[in-house]
C-alpha cells in the first residue's frame, strides 16, 4: 500500500470517528433539552427536540454507509475493522437514544396539558441528569478510547436501574392516592422507561469501546436490576 493510499484510509477512518463523536453530541443534547422540556413544561423546546431527530437519523445512515464503503473497498484488519464496526454500533444506538429523546418531548407535551406534579418532575430531571452523565462519560471515552472511563460506565449500571425502580414505586403511589392523575402518572413512567433504556444503550457502547480498544468481549455478566415494567 503506497503512503498516499495509506493516508487516505487513515483519514477517512479519523472522519468516521469524528462523525460518531458529532451524532452523540446530538444526542447528548437531545437527552438533556427533552428532559428540560419536561421540568420546565416548555412546548417550543419539546417540539424542537422532536424536529432534530431526522439529523440523528440522517447521521446514523452516513456513518453506516461511509462504514460499510470502506470495509468493501479497503477490507480493514484487526484494530480498523474494529474501529469500523464500533463505529457503525455505536451509531445505532446513538440513533435509538434519539429516538427515546424524542419520545420523552412528545409525552411532555401532553402532560404540560395536566396539572404540575412538582415531585414527580424533579424525579425526571434526577434520572435525567444521571442518564446524560452516563452518555456524556461514554462519549469521552470513545473519543480518548479510555477503558477506564468505560468501566465506570458499564458497572454502573444497576444505578440507572435504581432511579427506575424508586420512581415506579413513587408514581403508583400518586395513582392510588389520587386516580386522577393516572393519565398524567402514566406518560410519565414511560419517560423514565425511554430513560432507562439510554442508560442501557450508553452500557452497550461502553461494551463495543471494551472490544474495540482490547479485541475482547466483557467476560464477566453485565450488572443488571430487574425494572419493574410498565
Known amino acids: 500500500m503506497n503512503p498516499h493510499t495509506v493516508k487516505t ?47 440523528l437519523d440522517e447521521l446514523e445512515k452516513d456513518i453506516e454507509r461511509k462504514a460499510i464503503r470502506l470495509i468493501a473497498l ?22 435509538r437514544t434519539g429516538d427515546l429523546a424524542k419520545n420523552i418531548a412528545k409525552r411532555s407535551l401532553v402532560i404540560s396539558e395536566s396539572e404540575p406534579m412538582s415531585g414527580l418532575t424533579r424525579s425526571i430531571e434526577r434520572m435525567g441528569k444521571l442518564v446524560s452523565s452516563r452518555l456524556r462519560d461514554v462519549l469521552d471515552a470513545y473519543k480518548g478510547s479510555k477503558l477506564d472511563i468505560a468501566q465506570a460506565v458499564w458497572s454502573s449500571d444497576t444505578e440507572v436501574d435504581e432511579h427506575y425502580n424508586a420512581m415506579f414505586r413513587e408514581l403508583l403511589t400518586y395513582m392510588m392516592g389520587d386516580p386522577r392523575t393516572i393519565s398524567a402518572c402514566t406518560h410519565v413512567l414511560f419517560m423514565a422507561k425511554n430513560l432507562e433504556r439510554i442508560g442501557d444503550h450508553a452500557t452497550n457502547m461502553a461494551e463495543h469501546i471494551h472490544y474495540e480498544v482490547t479485541g475482547e468481549d466483557y467476560m464477566n455478566e453485565r450488572p443488571k436490576l430487574t425494572t419493574m415494567e410498565p
Open 74 to 95: 479497503r477490507q480493514p484488519m484487526a484494530s480498523d475493522l474494529r474501529k469500523t464496526v464500533s463505529a457503525m454500533k455505536i451509531a445505532t444506538s446513538l440513533e
Open 9 to 55: 484510509y487513515g483519514e477517512e477512518l479519523d472522519q468516521l470517528s469524528a462523525e460518531v463523536i458529532l451524532m452523540g453530541g446530538l444526542a447528548e443534547a437531545q437527552v438533556a433539552d427533552a428532559v428540560e422540556a419536561v421540568a420546565r413544561r416548555d412546548v417550543a423546546l419539546a417540539q424542537s427536540v422532536i424536529q432534530r431527530d431526522q439529523r
